[in-house]
């Protein structure tokens, strides 16, 4: 269980979270959606451990993330950062290693890595350096990156682990938005607790066990898609006039209206 | 699946480095026996190897033990520290033009070291003997320390470390550095003036046996510190946050390099004087021959170091004997314009 518990932050003088008490269920795409600066980064990265909240703290199984050493918390969670920086002309298959724990053999590090870019679909081009890729594939890079880490902390540690996306489809394609949330899906279906930060209302309604609506720093509704969408609830914390359809299949579309 | 990942690729890569390592390995003893052979005294390679063996005559062991071998191996101290100091802080600050001089450190310890020699004294004379020779390193290691503190202190920003303010930090440091230097040089007396004068440019041959020996054995001790961090090194190209989320303690990570970097460029400062830009001009050369992962930059830079290093104290030998101009000359003759060309290739890096 990954929890936040009376979490409060400020950022820049301006309150980023106030009393934030959230807990994430192992097995579960939990989603945080929510307009620009509602504290959905800054909520994942306090529990990742990446940032100290100034009240409250972030829980990983009933301990305390900013007492766990970087090394056992990189076996347990790993994260594919927002806007991903490296200059440094690595290879695909490099990057996707890089993040691997140092006691995991060569031997299962190149399969866990070769499992990870065939799952973000990036086979064709593991030799290539990431220099020469698009932005998209870059970031499917990162993402190979951290399922590589995921798998090998699982590895090591013998327990299913946590994957933090913070807007892991903001730059793909559809196709391609669709083979991460698969591989995804398919971390929770071997037991790994998933947390994914999104502007995309229709991708957290359809793909999202919970969701986690936030705004102003605060968690204002959180519970499975069907229990707290709704139109006004969506009206109120976007501003904005908000419709909320199902589709004949089944599938989701949410969105702002347009006309 | 159609197409499988190759899963040679990174054994590839690795492959293709054994015979880098192997070329620069050559060219280091062809110029390692070069230094022992070349100077205003010729001695033929067959003779400096029998002299190495203990079988060369009075001349030539004077000339090759007591002379040309210590330059050698502070030369190969100097070039080792200079390469791992400035590989490890490009790895860290994610920018190809930190270096040890740029940013002050070779400022600082050679201020410490200026200290010691024209007012240490004063203060030397009641340590007791067998701590004397650590005087001089140890003050430039102090004088090091504190730059590399102060300019990381002052660039730290939101998390991450800005190279423009270090760099600026850097050039404040090197005129305070310069000014002091000159103040010393003002009220330095005859004596203290000779032993003053390669502080500008520097030498492999101005400092006592003894003095090069404590130096280059504290920088050829700080090797491990280095190459034990070269996954952090890969990990930091993530940047902080996400090296940090892949299991890196960043904190620590970076006080190893700082304290690595200020001991070795202050022993190696201590007995060579500040030489520049072989911190610059090593691993970058190193990077664009093995790629972007840390565990072959380090070791590449270290012999391309070297090899530089050699390369220049043979130049200043044999270019206008018996005089020799200092060895700064050459590696700076080489690594201004190149630290220029850098500039202008990185140019919109500098703001990152």
Request: glycine letters at 10%; a neutral charge; charged letters at 15%.
């Amino acid at each position: 269980m990954l929890e936040a518990r009376n979490i409060g932050l400020t950022l820049g003088g301006r309150p980023a979270l106030t009393d934030v008490d959230l807990s994430l269920s192992s097995g579960e795409i939990t989603a945080f959606v929510g307009p620009n600066g509602a504290g959905k980064s800054s909520l994942l990265n306090c529990l990742a451990g990446s940032l100290r909240p100034d009240r409250g703290s972030a829980f990983l199984d009933g301990a305390p993330v900013l007492n766990i050493g970087a090394e056992e918390l990189a076996r347990r969670r790993a994260v594919l950062e927002q806007e991903p920086v490296s200059q440094a002309p690595f290879t695909v298959a490099e990057l996707a290693e890089l993040s691997t724990p140092i006691d995991v053999s060569p031997v299962d590090a190149s399969r866990l890595r070769h499992n990870a870019i065939v799952a973000v679909g990036l086979s064709d081009l593991s030799d290539r350096s990431i220099l020469t890729l698009s932005g998209g594939e870059r970031h499917r890079a990162h993402m190979a990156r951290a399922l590589t880490q995921l798998a090998a902390g699982e590895l090591t540690s013998g327990t299913p682990g946590w994957l933090l996306l913070d807007e892991p489809t903001s730059s793909l394609d559809p196709r391609h938005q669709l083979t991460i949330l698969t591989a995804a899906k398919r971390a929770t279906i071997a037991g790994s607790g998933v947390l994914i930060v999104s502007h995309d209302l229709t991708l957290a309604a359809n793909m999202a066990d919970r969701i986690a609506l936030m705004r102003d720093g605060r968690v204002v509704a959180f519970g499975a898609p069907s229990e707290i969408l709704t139109e006004s609830v969506l009206e109120d914390v976007y501003e904005t006039k908000m419709q909320i359809n199902r589709l004949a299949q089944g599938d989701w579309a949410v969105g702002p209206c347009y006309s | 699946m159609a197409q499988a990942v190759n899963p040679d690729g990174l054994t590839v890569r690795r492959g293709s480095h054994r015979l880098t390592f192997l070329a620069l390995a050559a060219v280091l003893v062809g110029l390692g026996l070069a230094a022992l052979a070349l100077g205003p005294v010729a001695i033929s390679p067959d003779r400096v190897i029998a002299t190495l063996f203990g079988a060369g005559d009075g001349v030539e062991s004077a000339i090759i033990l007591q002379i040309r071998l210590p330059r050698l191996l502070l030369g190969i101290a100097v070039g080792t520290a200079l390469a791992l100091a400035g590989a490890s802080l490009q790895g860290v600050l994610r920018n190809p033009l930190a270096d040890p001089g740029l940013i002050g450190v070779s400022a600082g310890a050679t201020v410490g070291a200026v200290l010691v020699i024209v007012v240490g004294e004063r203060f030397g004379a009641g340590l007791p003997d067998a701590l004397r020779p650590w005087l001089l390193p140890g003050a430039a290691f102090l004088g090091a320390g504190v730059v590399i503190a102060f300019v990381f202190a002052l660039a730290r920003r939101g998390g991450e470390t800005s190279v423009a303010t270090l760099i600026l930090a850097g050039v404040a440091v090197n005129t305070v550095a310069g000014a002091i230097v000159g103040v010393m040089v003002y009220i330095s007396d005859d004596q203290q003036l000779r032993d003053l004068t390669f502080w500008t440019l520097g030498a492999l041959s101005a400092s006592s046996l003894q003095t090069t020996l404590i130096a280059s054995a504290i920088a050829l001790l700080t090797v491990p510190a280095f190459i034990r961090g070269t996954r952090a090194l890969d990990l930091f190209q993530l940047g902080e946050r996400a090296a940090f989320h892949s299991g890196l303690n960043v904190e620590r990570a970076k006080v190893v390099v700082a304290l690595a970097t200020a001991v070795s460029v202050g022993a190696v400062t201590a007995a060579a004087g500040p030489i520049g830009f072989i911190g610059l001009v090593a691993p970058h050369l190193a990077r664009m021959i093995v790629g972007p992962s840390h565990a072959f930059i380090l070791p590449t830079a270290v012999m391309l170091g070297v090899a530089l290093i050699l390369a220049a104290d043979l130049a200043v030998r044999l270019a206008v004997p018996p005089a020799e101009p200092p060895i700064g000359l050459a590696t700076s003759i080489i690594g201004g314009p190149f630290f220029l060309w850098l500039l202008i290739r990185n140019r919109g890096r500098l703001h990152a």
